[in-house]
Nanobody
Framework: QVQLIESGGGLVQPGGSLRLSCAAS????????MVWFRQAPGKEREFVAV????????DYAESVKGRFTISRDNDRNTLYLQMNSLKPEDTAVYYC?????????????????WGQGTQVIVSS
């Protein structure tokens, strides 16, 4: 069983920055594709960003391209999401996800492992 624990959420003003972290319990983290999703109130969950096991490949939702950066530290079993130039529409609960291949994630099929989420609120 893979455990994923997100942290780093909070309240930030528009234009501000936050860095989210996702700590994974599983030793296989270093060989796993990792993903960030988010879900805003009253909306469906949506894909944010994905990173390959070695960090070479990344992909982003159009709405966050150029503002968000996904990265990972395999020595620390930790996934990150650096969020800059935040907008009110970025307000959501952010989840990390694991268990799917990179191509399956791109095709819209997330893995079976989810964290509990961390709340991000962008408001003045």
């Amino acid at each position: 069983q893979v455990q994923l624990i997100e942290s780093g959420g909070g309240l930030v003003q528009p234009g501000g920055s936050l860095r989210l972290s996702c700590a994974a319990s599983e030793r296989t983290f270093s060989t796993s594709t990792m993903v960030w999703f988010r879900q805003a109130p009253g909306k469906e969950r949506e894909f944010v960003a994905v990173i390959s096991w070695n960090g070479v490949r990344t992909d982003y939702a159009e709405s966050v391209k150029g503002r968000f950066t996904i990265s990972r530290d395999n020595d620390r079993n930790t996934l990150y999401l650096q969020m800059n130039s935040l907008k009110p529409e970025d307000t959501a609960v952010y989840y990390c996800n694991a268990g799917a291949t990179y191509d399956n994630v791109i095709a819209g099929h997330p893995g079976q492992y989810w964290g509990q989420g961390t709340q991000v609120i962008v408001s003045s």
